[in-house]
């Protein structure tokens, strides 16, 4: 066989290693970019060397496979004159290398991962693909018969195969876009824009290919995190934001609103490095393609608070519009606790939120919970006189009660957190004005806390509300 051995620069001595090994099975071996004669345009040489074997060895390494290497220059020509890989590209692990970073094309086809001696197991699979030769001949000698003496039979025949082959290339492509979105909505973004990259560069006309890609921009921008010092958003939102706004040229309606409200939350995230941004202004345009688009308003809502605005009022109007929209319901909550979070005083509207998933009939999740454990329970409600009365000034008296009652059944909280739990629950009621099961309450809890002998924030608020409704009239 004629054969082309493709590696890069620092595996040369492998490389002429192999070649001897096949020139001493007999095959003629081209290796060398130096055997290309003085003066020859270099890409010309290489592909009439690539046209000229019969199979094309590549030794895969992490730099075989870089961007710009020679070797994907020669993996280009060879995929140009072999559309299908199989029985022509013999692709050999050389060195450690992730499966993800790996070329589709070379993944058509079984990798040879040798597990003693790379060159005697590549000769050995030289030697199988070569064996291969006889038998397709016989087959082809057969289909030559078939045709002329069945004729239309095999035409017949021939397209069956072409429509099967066709609809196996469409199963695959659709297997490889339906793996990219897998790991986007599992989390692994990073993974997944390498793999619609690929998909994007060998299918640029599939439409829904690059609407996949988009839908897995807008989750990456949703769920945007960042860790360590040297990390920033502007290097994680880089490549995102071409690809949406290359989408709103085609895009119409809810769609070109759903982009320009995640080119606005980028805007916004970018600001988070110190960059100036107005994210407004795509708010703004995209409300304008849809009225009710739920991340627009939302997200709005999040840029006025961000910037220091009260909840009431416009913020308000947008986190009430962005609830009637059918969309995004549990992302909605997410956000509503990302505001919540700004600012203490806004720990309110937490239990304003968690009172209407109650009534909703939804159910919080571990953050949210401990979210509000944090932020109400042990803290609000152990704050200061005109800090709890700010809080609860969210939520009716019976409603907050109602609320804490579910959020935390006494049963499912851990023995630490009940002497807590019991005292929330006895300052609610007796805002409910159920003073008389207040008092009940907290009357053996105080002596509890004090045979502990400590004093502490829940001990001194459990005694000044026992001090106030002894007081009330009637005791």
Known sequence: MKLFISYPSDQKELAERLRLALEAEGHEVFTDRAELKEGEPYHAALREAIEASDALVFLITPRSIHPGSYALTELDLAQRRWRRPGGHVLPVIAAATPVEDIPPYLRAVTLLQPKGDLVAETVAAVARL?????????????????????????????????????????????????AAVQLCEAGSQAVAWKQFEAIAAARPDDAAARTARED???????????????????????????????????ARGERRADLQAHLGWADFLRGRDGIATDPAALYRNALAD??????????????????????????????????????????????????????????????????????AGEQPDASQRDFAWRRLIDGGLLASEAEREQLL????????????????????????????????????????????????????????????????????????????????PGR
């Not at 360590?228 to 989408?247: C, E, H, M, Y």
């Not at 700004?342 to 939120?353: C, D, F, S, T, W």
């Not at 909280?413 to 002497?419: Q, S």
């Not at 003073?435 to 459990?462: D, F, G, Y």
């Open 130 to 178: 070569r064996r291969r030769g006889p038998v397709l001949a016989a087959l082809l000698a057969t289909l030559v018969l078939l045709l002329v003496a069945l004729g239309a039979f095999f035409v017949h025949q021939h397209a069956e195969q072409q429509r099967a082959a066709e609809k196996a290339r469409l199963e695959r492509q659709a297997a490889e876009l339906a």
């Open 216 to 250: 897995c921009a807008l989750r990456s921008l949703r769920e945007a995190r960042i860790s360590g010092d040297k990390a920033n958003f502007s290097d994680l939102i880089a490549p995102l934001q071409p690809v949406l706004a290359q989408g709103l040229a085609a």
């Open 290 to 359: 849809d009225a009710g688009n739920v991340y627009a308003h939302t997200m709005w809502a999040h840029w006025l608070v961000w910037q220091g605005g009260k909840l009431e009022g416009e913020v308000r109007q947008h986190l009430e519009a962005a609830a009637r929209s059918p969309r995004e319901h549990p992302w909605l909550r997410r956000m509503q606790f990302a505001i919540a979070s700004l600012r203490g005083e806004l720990n309110g509207y937490a239990l304003e939120v968690l009172n209407q998933m109650r009534s």
């Open 393 to 472: 000034g969210f939520v009716g008296p019976a409603d907050a009660l109602a609320t804490v009652e579910w959020l935390y059944p006494q049963e499912q909280l851990a023995p630490e957190r009940r002497p807590l739990h019991r005292f929330a629950l006895a300052l609610l009621r007796a805002r409910a004005g159920r003073q008389e099961e207040a008092l009940a309450a907290l009357e053996p809890l105080q002596q509890e806390l004090a045979a502990s002998k400590q004093e502490t924030r829940l001990s001194r608020a459990t005694a000044q509300l026992l001090a106030q409704l002894r007081k009330l």
